[in-house]
């Protein structure tokens, strides 16, 4: 034990107020000052020797679907330097990073502990969809796989040491799903020329999807993200029936004045905010998926992704109504 700044042998009193305040380091962080308030219960207290002395340590190592750990021995989690004396021991002082023969022995048996989780995760995601969806929605096997992997993102993010991206990995699977489902809708009910309703005047086209989301059902005004999208996407989203969620909700809108079955009018009678939640969608997918700022979690969407995503399967593709009677070209 070190002298006592004053020089004097260190008290009891001083040994426990060092041990507490270094545990708060460790623990959260906190310098190494103040005056412990609590009152000393160690009534001995035996100098350490200046010369280091051998002891058997034991440890507990686990293995995981992220490799394997050693835990520290007083308790405090998991102990990376603790790892390394265990690698040099076991592997000898010539062992270096990223070359142990220790890691090589436990990496099968790490591989085989991940793949049962994933296995396990991906079952348990299937489940849940079925389950969500009912068995029709076996019926459209794409759809059925997107579903799947949103839902498999999901449940890999209840993890509470999963990190942000795998987070923002559910945004981006959420809005596959709904792209999936307006391209193949736009396929059934959608025309190629749709888009020549529009102008080269950006505000009479924002003018128009006002008016034509209004006329559906849905709750306006429609946000400013979706009314400003360009002439060039609505139009490469009507013909090609690909393109991000909002040019192909536009291209898709575009064919409901002469659709009075169409599947927008089914959901705007069930969600009038449909539009709205799909601009949230869209903007926190892009902050996720395009490395910009994220969404500080004070400040995190009201939006559930998920649930979006299933209501959105539900509405647009499983309840089907009545046909729209509008033909479509090929």
């Not at 021991?89 to 048996?109: F, I, K, V």
């Amino acid at each position: 034990m070190p002298e006592a700044p004053n020089g004097r042998e260190p008290l009891p009193a001083d040994i426990l107020r060092a041990a507490r305040s270094h545990a708060r380091w460790v623990r959260y962080g906190e310098e190494l000052v103040g005056v412990e308030s609590r009152s000393a219960r160690l009534e001995v207290a035996q100098r350490l020797p200046g010369s280091p002395e051998r002891l058997l340590l034991a440890v507990r190592a686990r293995v995981g679907p992220t490799g394997w750990t050693v835990d520290d021995p007083f308790g405090l989690g998991e102990c990376l330097h603790t790892r390394r004396l265990v690698e040099r021991a076991l592997d000898g002082l010539g062992a270096t990073r990223g070359a142990s023969a220790l890691r090589e022995r436990l990496r099968p048996r790490a591989l085989d502990v991940e793949s049962a989780t994933l296995k396990e995760i991906l079952q348990n995601a299937e489940a849940r969809v079925a389950d969500r969806l009912t068995v029709a929605i076996h019926e459209h096997p794409e759809l059925f796989g997107r579903a799947v992997a949103m839902q498999r993102a999901a449940l890999e993010a209840e993890s509470t040491s999963c990190p942000q991206d795998k987070r923002d990995d559910v945004v981006v699977k959420a809005q596959q799903v709904i792209e999936h489902v307006l391209g193949e809708l736009l396929r059934e009910h959608g025309r190629r020329d749709d888009h020549r309703s529009l102008t080269s005047d950006d505000r009479f086209n924002a003018q128009l999807f006002e008016q034509l989301a209004v006329g559906c059902g849905f709750a306006g005004p429609i946000p400013k993200s979706l009314k400003g999208v360009r002439r060039g996407k609505v139009q490469a989203a009507s013909e090609s029936r690909r393109g991000s969620v909002l040019p192909l909700v536009l291209a898709l809108l575009l064919g409901t004045p002469e659709a009075p079955g169409h599947p927008l009018r089914r959901m705007a009678a069930r969600s009038p905010r449909f539009l709205t939640e799909l601009a949230e969608l869209a903007g926190v997918r892009d902050r996720a998926a395009h490395g910009g700022r994220r969404v500080p979690r004070q400040e995190a969407p009201s939006l559930n992704v998920i649930t979006f995503a299933y209501d959105a399967i539900q509405t647009l593709v499983l309840d089907r109504g009545a046909s729209s009677g509008r033909p479509t070209d090929s």
